[in-house]
């Protein structure tokens, strides 16, 4: 049966999982920085959506839902792979893994890409 | 003269069920190490004892074990600078038993030979002189050239304890070795054993390795430039 590690031996996922955290760091600081720390004025409903209702907006979201996603996702999985030994095992997890992630980054979609003021 | 408690574990597979541990006291000279007082124990008390040791003195690798709680060598290391009381003795973490403090290193040693851990070389030597390796080039294999395989590393890595096929820290330590010396032209066949899901990626820079490492090297360390180095050679 064949090695359910990602295809090659890992490398690709090890350093995708580097990229994407350093990624994530700085969309999550921009998302804190423009939502938590300097909104100008209170954060009402109003603002929130006519920040999400600019394409660039929306993009930023998608990226970060489609990073996040990738690096908890793969994240779950580098720990099955420490722990679980049978194929058979790995494919499920991963199986899963996938679904899991597929169903939460279709969620993430159509929540963020028909957001209108 | 100071005497002190040992609390060592047994284990005689053809004997008995489950493992015990058995307590001695014994006389210890100033300078003890915790391989004398074994030896004092097996020589004058019980003969029954069983574990490894060969030079006595740090560099053949034989008698790494868990000494209150942490991978030591035996011969290194100072009883009084010990301080729990009693002493507890333990076989190497992750190991299989094979009587009281030996444990079964073929596994171990099954892996390094796995990084091939030889210069790998295919354009012919000079004629009149040796391969060249400048000090500089040499330098680059500080921290790694000296381990002593004595095991004392991969037995404390938690990737290890969570999947035995894992490389571990010693055969990685090696694979750097001969990776990193400018002489070798084998990194590609080394890159499937590295590449692997036993591989490179098992290791999460937990740092036991170091803690546990009798030598004071720095196996993550070069682990991390093996994951550079693989990363740099594939894309
Ligand atoms: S007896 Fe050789 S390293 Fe301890």
Redesign the pocket.
């Known amino acids: 049966m064949r090695d359910y590690g990602f295809g090659s031996g890992g490398a690709f996922h090890w350093f995708l999982q580097r990229v994407s955290g350093v990624v994530l760091f700085i969309l999550l600081l921009v998302h804190f920085l423009t939502t938590h720390y300097f909104p100008v004025g209170d954060i009402t409903y109003q603002k929130v959506l006519a920040r999400l209702s600019q394409p660039g907006w929306k993009l930023f979201y998608m990226v970060f839902i489609a990073l996040g996603l990738y690096h908890g996702i793969n994240g779950i999985w580098i720990i099955a792979q420490d722990y679980v030994a049978r194929s058979s095992w790995r494919f499920i997890i991963l199986g899963l893994l996938m679904v899991a992630g597929l169903i939460l980054f279709m969620l993430g979609s159509i929540t963020v890409i028909p957001f209108k003021a | 003269m100071p005497t002190r408690r040992f609390k060592i574990f047994r284990y005689n597979p053809h004997t008995d069920e489950r493992p015990r541990y058995q307590e001695y006291e014994v006389q210890v000279p100033t300078g003890s190490t915790v391989?004398d007082a074994l030896n004092e124990i097996k020589w004058t008390q019980d003969g029954t004892l069983t574990y490894?040791?060969?030079?006595?003195?740090?560099?053949?690798?034989?008698?790494?074990m868990t000494i209150n709680g942490a991978n030591m060598?035996?011969?290194?290391a100072q009883v009084h600078t010990l301080k729990r009381d009693p002493i507890v003795v333990e076989p190497l973490r992750s190991f299989p038993v094979i009587k009281d403090l030996v444990v079964d290193m073929d596994g171990f040693f099954d892996k390094l030979l796995l990084v091939k851990p030889y210069l790998i070389v295919k354009t012919p030597p000079p004629t009149d002189k040796e391969r060249y390796q400048s000090p500089e080039d040499r330098k680059l294999l500080d921290g790694a050239y000296e381990c002593?395989l004595?095991g004392a590393c991969t037995s404390s890595c938690p990737s290890f304890w969570a999947d035995k096929e894992f490389l571990g820290p010693a055969a990685l330590l090696k694979a750097y070795r001969f990776i990193f010396d400018t002489r070798d032209e084998g990194v590609q066949e080394r890159l499937d054993v590295l590449d692997n899901k036993h591989g490179l990626w098992r290791c999460h820079t937990i740092f036991n390795c170091v803690e546990a490492c009798?030598k004071g090297l720095n196996p993550t360390w070069a682990i991390g430039e093996l994951k550079k180095k693989v990363i740099s050679e594939k894309f």
């Open positions: 391989l490894r040791r060969s030079c006595r003195h740090g560099i053949c690798g034989s008698c790494a060598l035996a011969c290194e002593i004595c009798p």
